[in-house]
T-cell receptor, first 115, second 113 residues
Framework: SAVISQKPSRDICQRGTSLTIQCQVD?????MFWYRQQPGQSLTLIAT?????????ESGFVIDKFPISRPNLTFSTLTVSNMSPEDSSIYLC????????????FGPGTRLTVT | AQSVSQHNHHVILSEAASLELGCNYS??????LFWYVQYPGQHLQLLLK??????LVKGIKGFEAEFIKSKFSFNLRKPSVQWSDTAEYFC???????????FGRGTSLIVHP
């Protein structure tokens, strides 16, 4: 299994500002993903972070709002830009292990509140 | 597109009661099926998974799930719940050759001691 850490664990931000969330994995992984988890709702995939190329975004999410970096096989960042209260959510980093049929592991999440 | 339905959004049980959480999906082809659990204040972790073989899958902490292909279902069961099973449970389905599963909206389980 993979051990994933995220920073920060939580933050309260003002609207119009940006927050960068970091995701660190203890081993090299093929696939890294960013999800949003809102209370009472399903996990929603924001994008797949590809090492060495641009992230692949899901419908409804755009690079200008959620720029993603993945400089190597163990690290990724997600930025939530120009925040509004609607962006208040838990943001989860996840990794896929290709050695175990792409089993997914999740980080502890970053709880973001936008005021 | 794949969709995953978890019929019970909130379940409240007393300790020692039996548990069954429903999960249905829409895609009719080959699927990989998962149940994840999120205990209060902790991160999502895999409870059990089905890829092939015996449709009755046993996971950690006494949980099991049964894949019924004809019903497009993968219900989670536990014969006797404990207070420590209080958590959020998510069903997820991967299909169509995609690496990425579709998640249900989750079921909140509260077990009273």
């Amino acid at each position: 299994s993979a051990v994933i850490s995220q920073k920060p664990s939580r933050d309260i931000c003002q609207r119009g500002t940006s927050l960068t969330i970091q995701c660190q994995v203890d081993s090299q992984v093929t696939m890294m993903f960013w999800y949003r988890q809102q209370p009472g709702q399903s996990l929603t995939l924001i994008a797949t972070a590809n090492q060495g190329s641009e992230a692949t975004y899901e419908s409804g999410f755009v690079i200008d709002k959620f720029p993603i970096s993945r400089p190597n096989l163990t690290f990724s960042t997600l930025t939530v830009s120009n925040m509004s209260p609607e962006d208040s959510s838990i943001y989860l980093c996840s990794v896929g292990d290709s050695n175990i049929f792409y089993e997914q592991y999740f980080g502890p999440g970053t709880r973001l509140t936008v005021t | 597109a794949q969709s995953v339905s978890q019929h019970n959004h909130h379940v409240i049980l007393s300790e020692a009661a039996s548990l069954e959480l429903g999960c249905n999906y829409s895609y009719g082809g080959t699927v990989n099926l998962f149940w994840y659990v999120q205990y209060p204040g902790q991160h999502l972790q895999l409870l059990l998974k089905y890829f092939s073989g015996d449709p009755l899958v046993k996971g950690i902490k006494g949980f099991e799930a049964e894949f019924i292909k004809s019903k497009f279902s993968f219900n989670l069961r536990k014969p006797s719940v404990q207070w420590s099973d209080t958590a959020e449970y998510f069903c997820a389905v991967r299909s169509g050759g995609s690496y990425i599963p579709t998640f249900g909206r989750g079921t909140s389980l509260i077990v009273h001691p």
